[in-house]
């Protein structure tokens, strides 16, 4: 082999100018291939790292609690990010909360629509990298990016150059916002502009920045409350899918009640639910008559949900439990709520009846005593009895979702500390499965367009309780995946025009090659060399030729790309400016993609070389020994 | 003991829309060492029936037995193998490799045996440039010998395999009369020293001298 290949090196020396010229060609192809190449994955690496993890981070946990689907909300802050972080282990760099509202902004005499981001300034460590992103992303023209964490401001905010232009405000000027809060009530707030910036990307020239905490008041989250939940991983590509899995292991949710004692109210009250806390036990005076008159007598009652939104599992729950009393149409509609037979008996009521319900909430509010929420309140009108058994519990009385949820949410119960004493129906129980959870967890999804019918699918089945989805940066972005894929395919194809050109040439070579060296061929055939060696010498021949300019190729490619990269464009106003990094083109060529490429222009040149290459193999070599040029 | 075996030789190509009798029946034996010359006007066979001797072109019928080996019935590979092993080549155009020196040259066939050690090869192919006296010349490419010289490297490279018989077509066709006499007399010398059959083909009358027996072949048949 050694011998072969020492022939076939030396053979391409002997057309030396033919070779240079076609390995030219083939080195072109190859810078120009590599060039393509690393343009797009640049470009995916901006709209991945710089865009989409910038809003998504590497693994995202996003919640949904309300009607549409669209109350980033999760109600126990520390729990949620205590399982991400623990999971994520020693890959993770940091976790930050997703908070972001559109507003309407006025400045001075002007008006804009807004995107309004909380980005945590305060209690959070940054790396080296991370400052040098920041300062990348934000390039301030007036003031200080550490200045949207001043507590002596009133809401520091950070706007883009345009924006402020459109609003006519300046540095320490007061805008003033409208927006809707979680909760969907009107606020308005006065937000103190501390800096100006300049960006090129016109993602960022809409969107106004204030510090998280800041951002979590004014849009109603309480302190224990977050929304979604960004983890930023140090070896994201290796890692993102794996821990993005083992976060959606760990957040299987667990059976959701509420432990409480219940009461009979007046049996002529109002039909409909009504819901108090202790905050306002001031306004409500029945309320807290009735709650100190019966503390010491009543019943302690687990409250279950059953999901009655959805028809599979409404059928199950009907077929599974016994009706004393109450027609089902009542029981199992949305207000509907049944009391087991005995506790019927000890509460002495009947269908129809209104219960008051008390219970411990998990959060008690520490910094404002006085509006604390010590003991939470709400009733509910029985619309049936059941026959309870062992599966169904005694002491226990199943509600609607719709009914149980807003309330579950609203007061979070200690569920840990509560299930010693709660009755939890057991997993063998034919109607667990109709049972609602803590929170519905989504499958995880493997593309956007997975993650889209997963969403459509959840709002189908109006889900009442919180739904939280757990993505990597690929589901995420695997819209950019498919653009990096696309640009792939049209570089590809354009590159592999160019080669066909070039391979025409390889052919056209290898077959005068041949032509000259038909005599050489029979004397190294009449010598004693075989077929498949003879073939061998010219498929070697075209690989070392390949191989040099593929090597040449990839040197003139980082030249040609560090010449690129140098030239400044200035873009501004325009989409496109998003493909620069600092008003540069940027190329991210990879190792893979370097070697795959090349292996690829190796294997269609060997495969070329072939066919000319097996016709010179199987010369007879008594016709090769007459040829004459 | 006959190293050669042919009987009724016939071969046949087409040449345009014709069919060309190159062999008309030749029936001969040759015994091992002998030194043969095939003599001949142009045209008249040798180089055919060199070349079927030589396991490089297939005859159209007849047998032609190497060494207890029946050649029209072998495929490629055993063909080929025949060649590198029994049989060495030296050509009229010398037919070296270009792009290798005189060492690499003569190393050439033991090369392709892969069975041999390198320090083996090089010993045994350094013995036979001794041989044809071309020492000084060991790291010279082919390019830079004269016609002698590369002749030279041809038989000392026909005869690095230690072959059965060494076949030439016409050796001394492309050399002045002097360096041809040079050429036959080591080949002469080689014959004696190896004891390897040597047959070569020509039709210059001052050539056939130097043959121990004449083979004289017109239009495809052996000539009394």
Same mark, same amino acid.
């Given at each position: ?263 009979? *109210? ?51 729950? *009907? ?27 000890? *509460? ?282 | ?224």
């Amino acid at each position: 082999m050694k011998f072969l290949f020492i022939i076939s090196l030396r053979n391409l020396f002997r057309q030396k100018r033919r070779n240079i010229l076609l390995g030219s060609a083939m080195a072109f192809g190859v810078m120009i291939l590599i060039i393509a190449n690393s343009f797009s994955h640049g470009i995916s690496d901006i709209l991945f790292n710089r865009i989409v993890v910038y809003v998504a981070g590497h693994v995202n946990i996003s919640i949904n609690e309300g009607k549409g689907r669209d109350l980033p909300l999760f109600r126990d802050r520390d729990r949620l990010t205590k399982i991400a972080v623990e999971t994520a282990g020693d890959k993770l760099i940091e976790y930050n909360e997703g908070v972001g509202i559109f507003l309407r902004a006025i400045g001075n005499g002007k008006v804009e629509n807004l995107v309004l981001v909380g980005i945590n300034t305060i209690s959070r460590t940054l790396t080296q990298k991370q400052r040098e992103e920041i300062n990348e992303s934000f390039k301030m023209l007036y003031g200080k990016f550490k200045d949207l964490g001043n507590k002596s401001i009133e809401n520091p905010a950070i706007l883009s150059k345009e924006k402020a232009d459109a609003l006519s405000v300046k540095p320490n000027d007061i805008v003033r916002v409208r927006y809707r809060n979680i909760y969907g009530q009107t606020q308005s707030s006065r937000l103190t502009v501390v800096g100006i910036m300049s960006n090129d990307n016109i993602f960022m020239q809409g969107v106004m920045f204030v510090e998280l905490t800041n951002l979590k008041e004014m849009m109603g989250y309480r302190p224990y409350e977050c929304g979604s939940i960004k983890l930023t991983l140090k070896e994201p590509q290796k890692d993102a899918a794996d821990v993005a899995d083992k976060i959606h292991s760990a957040l299987r949710p667990g059976p959701a009640f509420i432990l409480a004692t219940a009461k009979v *109210l007046n049996q002529d009250s109002s039909m409909n639910p009504d819901v108090s806390t202790s905050e306002n036990k001031n306004s409500n005076p029945n309320t807290i008559s009735s709650n100190n008159q019966n503390a010491d007598t009543s019943p302690r009652v687990t409250l279950i949900p059953f999901m009655g939104n959805d028809e599979p599992l409404k059928k199950l729950m *009907l077929s599974s439990f016994k009706l004393s009393s109450g027609n089902v149409k009542d029981v199992f509609g949305k207000d509907g709520m049944m009391v087991s037979d005995y506790l019927a008996d000890i *509460l002495k009521i009947k269908q129809g009846d209104k219960l008051e319900f008390h219970f411990k909430p998990k959060f008690i509010t520490k910094d404002k005593p006085e509006f604390a929420v010590r003991e939470a309140i709400f009733s509910a009108v029985v619309k049936g009895i059941f026959i309870s058994d062992d599966s169904t519990g005694k002491e226990t009385i199943y509600m609607h979702e719709a009914l149980f949820y807003p309330k579950f949410y609203e007061n979070l119960p200690d569920l840990q500390s509560d299930s010693k004493f709660a009755f939890i129906p057991k997993e063998k129980a034919s109607f667990k499965p109709a049972l609602g959870t803590e929170w519905v967890l989504l499958d995880r999804s493997r593309s956007t367009d997975d993650l889209k019918q997963k969403l459509r699918a959840a709002g189908r089945k109006k889900i009442k309780a919180a739904t939280i989805d757990v993505n990597s940066m690929y589901e995420s972005a695997s819209d950019v995946l498919k653009l990096e894929n696309a640009l792939n395919i049209i570089t590809f194809t354009a590159v592999l025009i160019l080669f066909f050109i070039i391979l025409v040439g390889v052919v056209n070579t290898l077959r005068m090659t041949i032509r000259e060296r038909t005599r050489e061929i029979g004397t190294i055939r009449a010598i004693g060399m075989q077929k498949k060696d003879v073939l061998l010498i010219f498929v070697i021949e075209t690989a070392i030729l390949t191989a040099f300019a593929s090597i040449a190729g990839t040197i003139l490619a980082f030249i040609s790309m560090a010449g690129l990269s140098n030239i400044a464009f200035q873009i501004t106003d325009n989409p496109m400016g998003i493909l620069l990094v600092k008003d540069r083109l940027h190329f991210v060529p990879t190792f893979i993609g370097i070697v795959g490429n090349i292996g690829f222009i190796l294997f269609i040149s060997i495969i070329t070389a072939f066919f000319p290459s097996r016709k010179a193999a199987n010369l007879s070599a008594a016709d090769a020994l007459r040829h004459f040029e | 003991m006959n190293i050669i075996e042919i009987k009724e030789l016939t071969k046949n190509y087409p040449l345009g829309s014709t069919i060309v009798h190159a062999l008309r029946g030749i029936d001969f034996n040759i015994a091992s060492g002998d030194f043969l010359s095939i003599v001949g006007p142009s045209g008249s066979g040798k180089t055919t029936l060199l070349n079927i001797i030589g396991c490089i072109d297939n005859a159209s019928s007849g047998s032609v037995n190497i060494g207890g080996v029946e050649i029209t019935k072998l495929n490629d590979k055993e063909i080929t193998d025949i060649r590198l092993h029994k049989i060495g080549f030296i050509f009229q155009t010398f037919n070296l490799i270009p792009v290798l020196d005189v060492l690499e040259n003569v190393e050439f066939p033991l090369l392709l045996m892969k069975n041999r050690s390198k320090s083996e090869v090089k010993k045994r192919a350094e013995s036979l440039i001794d041989a044809v006296g071309l020492s000084e010349h060991i790291k010279h490419r082919p390019s830079e010998l004269s016609g002698g010289q590369r002749q030279r490297v041809a038989i000392a490279r026909a005869l690095v395999t230690n072959p059965d018989i060494v076949l030439a077509d016409e050796p001394t066709a492309n050399l002045d009369s002097a360096t041809g006499e040079q050429i036959l007399e080591l080949m002469k010398e080689m014959n004696r020293k190896e004891k390897t059959t040597f047959i070569f083909s020509t039709h210059d009358s001052n050539v056939i001298k130097y043959a121990g027996y004449v083979l004289k072949i017109k239009d495809g048949k052996m000539v009394n």
